[in-house]
């Protein structure tokens, strides 16, 4: 079976139980939950049983500990987590304001993972996947984007591909280096797992099926739009499908798209039919965000045929 990579920050959130104006109205905070996206991801591809690793660095503390008994319990190749004495696991803080969106506290400018270098191990991790995830985020990070780049080459170099959900953000996109780099990695994209209108800063185009088919004709082979609580759509040359969201109660959006991307790769590795991935994925979206805590929602082939199962017997 091919395995998968991703390369990036490993952090822990601790989420407020309660909206509220400010961290200290919405108490009580519960956690430290395992997360950061590129962990969330290979998290729900590991729990999907697809062989899968990670590159990162924590600190020699409960909260870097917290995160790779995790991914190794959900059956992620932790090997390329280095283990740093002396630094500090990245942490992040998440209230939701009274009108449901979310406010954050990060504390990663110094963590461990701003440190990661290659090591024996990860390029040994890097020379033994067949795939590559690259996230946006991971890019605006000098050391780390680096990593990704190079990474990138190499897999793809070697015959392998690579799957990219830019997740990008006001606040990073004049990182220095970045639009290059976003630049380089859309020529090697083969999978592309944009959100919503994100998909017009790659393509600037009318409508949406424009700004796909141009990306179409520089070489992606599969283009999936997330659309939050309105499902999700798949391209690929000649194809459009759409998946309506699956009916759930929302209770913690953080890590949904993560999971859906996770779960669309592991089916699209396994070479299944576009329609039986994008269906997953649908699904792992929609449970990943009935669960509070960021990782806490990725999910088991056996809970998405249940929450699947659910959905048609309601429609019945
Ligand atoms: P991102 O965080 O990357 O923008 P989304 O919020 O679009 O990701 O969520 C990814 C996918 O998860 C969606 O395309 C949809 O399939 C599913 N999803 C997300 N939120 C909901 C919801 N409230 N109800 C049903 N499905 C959802």
Same mark, same amino acid.
Request: glycine fraction near 12%.
């Given at each position: 079976?091919?395995?998968?990579?991703?390369?990036?920050?490993?952090?822990?959130?601790?989420?407020?139980?309660?909206?509220?104006?400010?961290?200290?109205?919405?108490?009580?905070?519960?956690?430290?939950? /395992?997360?950061? $996206?590129?962990? %969330?991801?290979?998290?729900?591809?590991?729990?999907?049983?697809?062989?899968?690793?990670?590159?990162?660095?924590?600190?020699?503390?409960?909260?870097?500990?917290? &995160? %790779?008994?995790?991914?190794?319990?959900?059956?992620?190749?932790?090997?390329?987590?280095?283990?740093?004495?002396?630094?500090?696991?990245?942490?992040?803080?998440?209230?939701?304001?009274?009108?449901?969106?979310?406010?954050?506290?990060? &504390?990663?400018?110094?963590?461990?993972?701003?440190?990661?270098?290659?090591?024996?191990?990860?390029?040994?991790? %890097?020379?033994?996947?067949?795939?590559?995830?690259? !996230?946006?985020?991971?890019?605006?990070? /000098?050391?780390?984007?680096? !990593?990704?780049?190079? $990474?990138?080459?190499?897999?793809?170099?070697?015959?392998?591909?690579?799957?990219?959900?830019? &997740?990008?953000?006001?606040?990073?996109?004049?990182?220095?280096?970045?639009?290059? $780099?976003?630049?380089?990695?859309?020529?090697?994209?083969?999978?592309?797992?944009?959100?919503?209108?994100?998909?017009?800063?790659?393509?600037?185009?009318?409508?949406?099926?424009?700004?796909?088919?141009?990306?179409?004709?520089?070489?992606?082979?599969?283009?999936?739009?997330?659309?939050?609580?309105?499902?999700?759509?798949?391209?690929?040359?000649?194809?459009?499908?759409?998946?309506?969201?699956?009916?759930?109660?929302?209770?913690?959006?953080?890590?949904?798209?993560?999971?859906?991307?996770?779960?669309?790769?592991?089916?699209?590795?396994?070479?299944?039919? /576009?329609?039986?991935?994008?269906?997953?994925? &649908?699904?792992?979206?929609?449970?990943?965000?009935?669960?509070?805590?960021? !990782?806490?929602?990725?999910?088991?082939?056996?809970?998405?045929?249940?929450? !699947?199962?659910?959905?048609?017997?309601? $429609?019945?």
């Amino acid at each position: 079976m091919r395995k998968a990579l991703t390369i990036g920050e490993v952090l822990v959130e601790i989420v407020a139980t309660t909206k509220g104006d400010g961290f200290l109205r919405a108490q009580p905070l519960i956690g430290p939950f /395992p997360s950061g $996206a590129p962990a %969330i991801f290979i998290d729900q591809l590991g729990r999907l049983g697809t062989p899968c690793a990670i590159v990162s660095r924590v600190g020699d503390d409960d909260f870097g500990r917290v &995160n %790779i008994d995790r991914l190794r319990a959900d059956g992620v190749d932790v090997s390329g987590i280095e283990i740093a004495p002396g630094e500090s696991t990245g942490s992040a803080f998440v209230r939701y304001r009274d009108d449901g969106s979310r406010a954050f506290v990060y &504390n990663i400018r110094h963590s461990a993972c701003g440190n990661l270098r290659p090591t024996a191990a990860s390029e040994a991790l %890097i020379d033994s996947c067949d795939h590559l995830h690259v !996230m946006g985020t991971a890019l605006s990070a /000098p050391g780390l984007g680096q !990593m990704v780049m190079e $990474a990138a080459r190499r897999i793809k170099a070697r015959g392998g591909t690579l799957s990219f959900d830019p &997740n990008l953000r006001a606040e990073i996109m004049d990182a220095p280096g970045l639009r290059e $780099a976003i630049a380089e990695v859309v020529e090697m994209t083969d999978l592309f797992l944009p959100s919503g209108e994100e998909l017009f800063l790659f393509a600037p185009a009318g409508d949406e099926q424009a700004a796909v088919d141009a990306l179409l004709d520089r070489g992606m082979t599969t283009i999936v739009v997330k659309r939050g609580a309105q499902g999700a759509s798949l391209f690929e040359r000649g194809l459009r499908l759409d998946a309506a969201p699956i009916a759930v109660t929302e209770i913690d959006p953080t890590g949904a798209g993560d999971c859906f991307g996770g779960a669309f790769l592991s089916f699209w590795l396994a070479g299944a039919a /576009p329609r039986q991935a994008l269906r997953y994925a &649908n699904a792992a979206g929609a449970r990943a965000v009935t669960q509070l805590g960021p !990782m806490e929602g990725a999910s088991t082939r056996e809970e998405l045929d249940a929450l !699947m199962g659910d959905m048609e017997r309601i $429609a019945q």
